[in-house]
């Protein structure tokens, strides 16, 4: 090294000399000495180099949109790890051990853990739904909690799915909060992201972390519920799953205040990607993974 080291030194100083040459000369300039730097100086007039602005992605986009409403009626943001342990994602959101409705989730497990207890094992989320169970660990009720991020299940690509893709989800724990609250809360949100005149209807869903549970569909803001090929004729679009907390549910944070018996509350996530999908008319959700800056800077 000290060799090349070496024969870099007299170019380096070189530079060096030459450069404070020009300055000096060009904090005393004679019209000569001008002349000369002319060609060495840089041309201050040139036009610079334009740097893009850059744009927000547009589920970044969509995702600030709704954090924006919830914002509005009082909630707050939390944040929980990509990388979660079984027992967030799956056991104190009241899905046992062996349930099947693990099985719907499609989980990506990280290798190698065979020899830990079942729920230290990690995984990368199905879903932003452990950020409600960290949410009531770290706070007592009342709470009006969101959360948004990437969530990971093992599906092949294609223009509907990708194994990697965003939710956001919602909290809320109080007294007597009940279905109606969650159905106002919900179309009231709907309308703010889609158009006043979109309405929403709820239908029996399952989810184990939800008692009762529901899918939310809402009448499509492009026909306005006729039929056409973005609600595929059907003048309805399915969005969300939603319902009142389970008891159960409670019962794993029972002793931060959270006692069933005294509290009630609503939650619900939904799919950052689809509601941009819907929002912008992306007919393929790769589109949004790829970085094209083609696709990507007519969101700017
Ligand atoms: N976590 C559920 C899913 O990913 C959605 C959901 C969230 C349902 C909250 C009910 C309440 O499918």
Redesign the pocket.
């Given at each position: 090294m000290g060799q090349s080291i070496n024969e870099l030194r007299p170019l380096v100083e070189t530079r060096v000399a030459e450069v404070e040459e020009r300055v000096a000369l060009l904090a005393q300039p004679t019209p000569d000495a001008l002349r000369s730097l002319d060609r060495l100086v840089t041309d201050v007039t040139l036009p610079g180099i334009r740097r893009p602005l850059g744009a927000e992605h547009p589920v970044v986009k969509t995702t600030n949109e709704i954090v924006s409403i919830f914002r509005g009626l009082g909630y707050s943001l939390e944040e929980g790890p990509e990388i979660e342990t079984d027992y967030y994602n799956f056991e104190s959101l009241n899905f046992p051990p062996n349930h099947p409705a693990r099985d719907t989730?499609d989980t990506l497990f990280v290798a190698g853990q065979d020899r830990k207890p079942q729920r230290e094992r990690l995984l990368l989320r199905?879903?932003?739904?452990p950020v409600?169970i960290r949410s009531m660990q770290k706070h007592k009720p009342p709470v009006r909690i969101l959360s948004a991020g990437k969530?990971h299940r093992h599906d092949t690509p294609d223009a509907s799915h990708s194994p990697l893709f965003h939710?956001v989800?919602?909290?809320a724990v109080d007294t007597n909060i009940t279905f109606s609250d969650l159905k106002g809360t919900l179309d009231h949100a709907m309308k703010a992201l889609f158009g006043s005149s979109v309405r929403t209807r709820f239908f029996p869903s399952f989810?184990p972390?939800?008692e009762p549970?529901a899918d939310v569909s809402i009448s499509c803001f492009k026909c306005g519920g006729k039929g056409c090929r973005l609600c595929k004729q059907s003048g309805w679009i399915e969005l969300?799953?939603?319902?009142m907390v389970d008891p159960n549910v409670f019962e794993f944070v029972r002793e931060n205040g959270y006692d069933p018996a005294k509290i009630s509350g609503f939650?619900?996530?939904?799919g950052a990607d689809r509601i941009a999908m819907l929002k912008y008319e992306i007919d393929d959700i790769q589109l949004l993974f790829h970085g094209d800056m083609r696709f990507l800077e007519q969101f700017a």
């Open positions: 989730q199905t879903h932003t739904s409600q969530v939710q989800e919602g909290l989810f972390f939800t549970s969300l799953g939603c319902g939650a619900f996530g939904m």
